[in-house]
């Protein structure tokens, strides 16, 4: 095969049939699965492309009393820490040279590589935190939305797979190289990608829209009325905004000030430290919706209605706004 999802040799393991991820990703599993959130604590939450980072700068901002200075110099990831990154990133988790696969089953206590370096960072913010996941509902604890709340964004599928595209050919350790045409067909259309299967994310978020501790939103919805979506999150959050200040919210995370600044826009750097690849479309791309039909061939609308249909009824019932 032409991918190999974050360069994981050992593949990706399909976690409870509702996520996949890395194969190490068992070292962590219960951490994560029994982490104790703080009341006080916002989780953004999303299937990856469909708006995290663009959710998690706004939502940092609001509940920070708009300081746009300390939003413009520390990094993101560093202000709205990565719930599960321990779990995904390469650094650490190489195995060493031998039996890799049976290194790999060790347990956690006993693995050398099972170190909690993010979720460390986690743990050390100052509250109020809030906490970026790709997990879905179910790899967490099951009492989450009684815990703290939770904002979960949904971008339609079509534009989530043109964009995670780009990015797994960006990330040098996704090692995409194939066309977009065998993204779909061979990985996006059987749900052999990493945090697949899509809909089944989707679903366990939806489930939940109505709990007063989750405020469901859609990246189309937030393309279309700016204002109005942040209107829903000012009254969510409680951050108590003032019109004039969700303005200043609205320019702060526009995206072309999100794609020109470096704390939101990670792609300069981390071509520099060898991680991103050059000459890929940036982390912050578009920015657009219905950016599918510049991608999609008749063929491939056929393979992609097929896959819906195949998860229906979330399919059919989440009403995503096409273009
Ligand atoms: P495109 O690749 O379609 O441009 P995530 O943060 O979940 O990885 O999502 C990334 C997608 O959100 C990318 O989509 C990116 O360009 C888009 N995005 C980031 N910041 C944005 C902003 N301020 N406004 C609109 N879209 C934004």
């Known amino acids: 095969i032409k991918a190999k999802f974050l360069g994981f040799s050992n593949g990706l393991v399909d976690v409870g049939g509702r996520h996949a991820m890395p194969a190490h990703y068992g070292l962590f599993a219960n951490k994560y699965f029994n982490y104790k959130f703080q009341a006080d604590d916002v989780l953004v939450m999303t299937f990856p492309r469909s708006g ?51 290194f790999w089953r060790l347990q956690p206590a006993t693995n050398p590589l099972a170190k909690d370096v993010y979720l460390d960072q986690v743990d050390a913010l100052a509250s109020p935190r809030t906490i970026k996941t790709h997990l879905p509902f179910s790899l967490l604890s099951p009492d989450l939305v009684n815990s703290c709340k939770v904002v979960y964004v949904a971008r339609n599928p079509k534009d989530v797979s043109v964009s995670f595209y780009h990015q797994q050919r960006l990330v040098k350790a996704a090692e995409y190289v194939g066309s977009f045409h065998e993204y779909i067909v ?61 303005q200043t919210v609205a320019r702060h995370a526009s995206f072309s000030g999100m794609k020109s600044r470096g704390a ?60």
């Open 264 to 323: 939101t826009n990670p792609t300069a750097a981390l071509q520099e430290a060898g991680s991103f690849k050059k000459g890929e479309a940036e982390f912050i791309r578009k920015g657009t919706t219905g950016d599918w039909t510049n991608f999609f061939t008749p063929d491939l609308e056929e393979k992609f209605q097929e896959w819906m249909e195949k998860w229906q009824p979330a399919s059919r019932e989440i009403p995503f706004k096409y273009h």
């Open 52 to 102: 995290t980072t663009w959710t998690q700068e706004i939502v940092w901002t609001m509940r920070n009393q708009l300081d746009l200075d300390t939003a413009a110099e520390v990094p993101l990831d560093t202000r709205v820490p990565f719930l599960e990154l321990d779990s995904i990133i390469p650094v650490h988790i190489r195995p060493p040279s031998g039996d890799a696969e049976g």
């Open 186 to 246: 061979d990985f996006w259309c059987q749900d052999h990608l990493l945090r697949a299967p899509y809909w089944s994310h989707l679903a366990e978020g939806w489930a939940r829209r109505h709990h007063p501790n989750v405020l469901f939103l859609f990246y189309e919805d937030m393309k279309e009325d700016f204002l109005r979506e942040l209107g829903r999150l000012n009254s969510f959050l409680g951050t108590g905004l003032t019109e004039s200040q969700l």
